[in-house]
């Protein structure tokens, strides 16, 4: 092991059931969850609607009820429907949000730079705009050097090399020219 990464402590097997335990406990929240939901249900559903009680009522009676219960059918429909309607009419406006939000950062793309050849003379006005009067001559203070020539070898007949070259006497050259 290297010295960032240090030993678990801890085994691979008690890990193993520390995740086990954690997965049920898990796993027993959500039920209870569920089940505290399904309450919460049950509980706004007999508030709003009370068991019907239909026993003695007279067929007028059982009529008008019935015409009640449409009436109050329609009004909830009415309110999911206009709930529908501005939903659907926000999901739109997120929609054309987005597509303008696209819109706009695509415009502004970062431009691709490019280099521009500008003097010392023209960077120092640009940098020190009216405070720089006098000039400075950059090169004059440049050190000058002196390039060495190289030496060329004249072209020659590569068989006149060999033919000198070749033998015991050859090798002797080869000796000398590289031991001076």
């Known amino acids: 092991m290297s010295d960032g990464q240090k030993k678990s402590k801890i085994s691979s097997s008690r890990k193993l059931g520390l995740k086990i335990r954690l997965l049920a406990v898990a796993t027993q929240m959500l039920e209870e969850e569920k089940r505290q939901k399904m309450k919460e249900k049950e509980a706004v559903l007999a508030e709003r609607l009370p068991p019907l009680n239909l026993s003695g009522l007279s067929l007028q009676e059982l ?9 109050k059918i329609d009004i909830v429909d009415e309110e999911r ?3 529908d309607l501005k939903v659907s009419k926000n999901d739109v406006e ?29 960077m120092l006005s ?7 009067k006098e000039s400075f001559d950059f090169k004059a203070n440049l ?24 033998g015991m006497e050859g090798r002797k050259k080869l000796f000398d020219a590289s031991g001076n």
């Open 63 to 71: 009529q008008d009820l019935c015409k009640e219960l449409h009436r």
């Open 94 to 122: 997120i929609e054309n949000m987005k597509l303008k939000i696209t819109e706009i950062q695509s415009k502004f793309k970062k431009p691709h730079l490019r280099r521009v050849k500008i003097s010392a003379e023209a």
């Open 126 to 132: 640009v940098l020190l705009g009216s405070k720089h």
């Open 81 to 83: 429907y206009d709930v």
């Open 143 to 166: 050190k000058t050097v002196k390039k060495e020539e190289e030496k060329k070898e004249e072209v020659t007949d590569w068989r006149k090399n060999v033919e000198a070259m070749s």
